[in-house]
């Protein structure tokens, strides 16, 4: 018997089904993600680079997704917000370790106009919404005291009637140039398919790559 057909008799393999556009396939995994995953399939690792060249890493949560892109809000005073609006390119990755499936994606980053920003802040819980006001992301903390004297200002100052977008809060979105989907197989023999564009004008062209 042949060594793939040993292999596939010891374990299911579900191979990646290709398909012409690439954000069908993202919308029927992230799916299947959503009804698998015990908790925020909608995390995500995003890479972004510094201004001496040196990455960094952290998760943030996925908030919307379409053509234009994949977007996601922060602190623009944040690092990330200043290292995005100073290089705007970055990297995302999707791991969901219930479907032992991975989507790596890289692109150009553009800002989310004012509207969609607000329309966004608006459905966050007020706690949130206060938050995003007293919290100076990534700058040190002198104590969890302050943090909590500052929540209690801005809930104080914010009362009564909605709380407004703070101005430095907004939202990014990554307009991929690249996607590749992994799919997990026995023996660490991985099924992986890359679609990759010059840019967003630009038609996907496809191609699998060696685990």
Same mark, same amino acid.
């Given at each position: *018997?042949?060594?793939?057909?040993? !292999?596939?008799?010891?374990?299911?393999?579900? *191979?990646?089904?290709? /398909?012409?556009?690439?954000?069908?396939?993202?919308?029927?995994?992230?799916?299947?993600?959503? @009804?698998?995953?015990?908790?925020?399939?909608?995390?995500?690792?995003?890479?972004?680079?510094? &201004?001496?060249?040196? &990455?960094?890493?952290?998760?943030?949560? !996925? @908030?919307?997704?379409? $053509?234009?892109? %994949?977007?996601?809000? $922060?602190?623009?005073?944040?690092?990330?917000?200043?290292?995005?609006?100073?290089? &705007?390119?970055?990297? *995302?990755? %999707?791991?969901? @370790?219930?479907?032992?499936?991975?989507?790596?994606?890289?692109?150009?980053?553009s800002q989310t106009t004012a509207e969609e920003a607000d329309a966004y802040f608006a459905t966050r819980a007020?706690?949130?919404?206060?938050?995003?006001?007293?919290?100076?992301?990534?700058?040190p903390l002198e104590s969890r005291f302050a943090l909590e004297k500052r929540v209690a200002e801005f809930g104080?100052?914010?009362?009564?009637?909605?709380?407004?977008?703070?101005?430095?809060?907004?939202? %990014?979105?990554?307009?991929?140039?690249?996607?590749?989907?992994?799919?997990?197989?026995? %023996?660490? !023999?991985?099924?992986?398919?890359?679609?990759? +564009? /010059?840019?967003?004008?630009?038609?996907?062209? $496809? +191609? $699998?790559?060696?685990?």
């Open positions: *018997m042949p060594v793939v057909e040993r !292999l596939a008799a010891l374990h299911i393999v579900v *191979m990646i089904r290709e /398909t012409a556009d690439p954000l069908s396939l993202f919308a029927e995994w992230y799916a299947e993600a959503e @009804k698998s995953e015990p908790n925020d399939p909608s995390a995500l690792a995003l890479a972004t680079v510094g &201004p001496d060249g040196m &990455p960094s890493n952290r998760m943030v949560l !996925l @908030k919307g997704y379409d $053509t234009a892109g %994949f977007v996601f809000y $922060t602190n623009y005073e944040s690092r990330k917000g200043r290292q995005l609006v100073t290089h &705007p390119k970055a990297a *995302m990755l %999707f791991h969901w @370790k219930s479907l032992r499936r991975q989507i790596r994606l890289e692109g150009p980053v007020r706690g949130s919404q206060i938050g995003a006001w007293a919290s100076e992301q990534s700058r104080a100052k914010h009362l009564i009637g909605s709380v407004p977008r703070p101005p430095h809060w907004s939202g %990014f979105r990554l307009e991929p140039v690249l996607i590749e989907f992994w799919q997990d197989q026995p %023996f660490r !023999l991985h099924d992986r398919l890359e679609y990759r +564009r /010059t840019d967003a004008a630009s038609p996907w062209s $496809t +191609r $699998t790559l060696y685990p």
